[in-house]
């Protein structure tokens, strides 16, 4: 099993909908990341969060550490939201444990 | 602007032969990493940095080797390449310990 899962693998939305996509862990975690990674193949950090709430944008992250859950939020998509959204953890040993990502579609 | 900048972005080589990956970064960072990205496997580490001198083994470093002689760079070698080494390989650096990484536009090496 990983340490890091991520739901669902894959999301087709139509424009405007507000999306979720989650993240469960099972290890200790100092910090949890949101990653965008676009067609493209470019990765760009989009949250680091260790507790409650992050809004930026239409994105918002929040973080559950007793549940060990984390949620990602877009509201309003958009077409240029279409990427795949990567959920990954600070261990207590300092290295980051990646989940498999979120393929994200989005139409118009 | 400071970036973090990788080369070849793209690479076609031959089993058994050495091949070194460039990752250059003009943060300033002390903090360096190694991941390779595979379908089915998402991101796992390869080799990572502290510092200058100081060099880590990740979860799949067998076959790769990093040598950290500067700040700014920390290049991945792969000995003698195999056909399992077919991937895509990013580069990431942060400037303090646990904080958010930045990462390369990454390299797609083909092993054949």
């Known amino acids: 099993k990983n340490e890091v899962e991520q739901s669902p693998q894959n999301l087709t939305a139509q424009e405007g909908e507000f999306i979720t996509i989650n993240c469960s862990y099972s290890?200790?975690?100092?910090?949890l990341h949101w990653l965008q990674q676009h067609p493209g193949g470019g990765i760009v950090s989009l949250f680091m969060l260790s507790s409650g709430k992050k809004k930026h944008g239409r994105l918002i992250a929040t973080i559950n550490i007793q549940e060990k859950h984390s949620s990602l939020h877009i509201t309003a998509s958009h077409p240029r939201d279409s990427a795949v959204y990567i959920c990954?953890?600070?261990?207590?040993?300092?290295?980051?444990?990646f989940g498999q990502g979120t393929e994200l579609s989005v139409k118009p | 602007d400071a970036e973090i900048t990788q080369s070849p972005r793209h690479k076609i080589t031959e089993t058994g032969r050495q091949v070194t990956l460039a990752c250059h970064q003009t943060?300033?960072?002390?903090?360096m990493f190694w991941y390779r990205q595979d379908l089915g496997h998402g991101l796992r580490l390869i080799h990572y940095s502290y510092g200058v001198q100081d060099t880590n083994k990740g979860e799949v470093s067998d076959g790769y080797s990093v040598s950290r002689s500067n700040t700014e760079d920390l290049p991945l070698t792969l000995e003698s390449a195999a056909s399992s080494q077919t991937s895509v390989y990013f580069c990431?650096?942060?400037?303090?310990?646990?904080?958010?990484?930045?990462f390369g536009p990454g390299t797609r090496l083909l092993v054949l």
């Open positions: 290890v200790g975690i100092s910090a």
């Open positions: 990431a650096s942060s400037g303090q310990y646990q904080e958010t990484q930045y």
């Open positions: 990954a953890v600070h261990n207590q040993g300092g290295k980051l444990i």
């Open positions: 943060w300033n960072h002390n903090n």
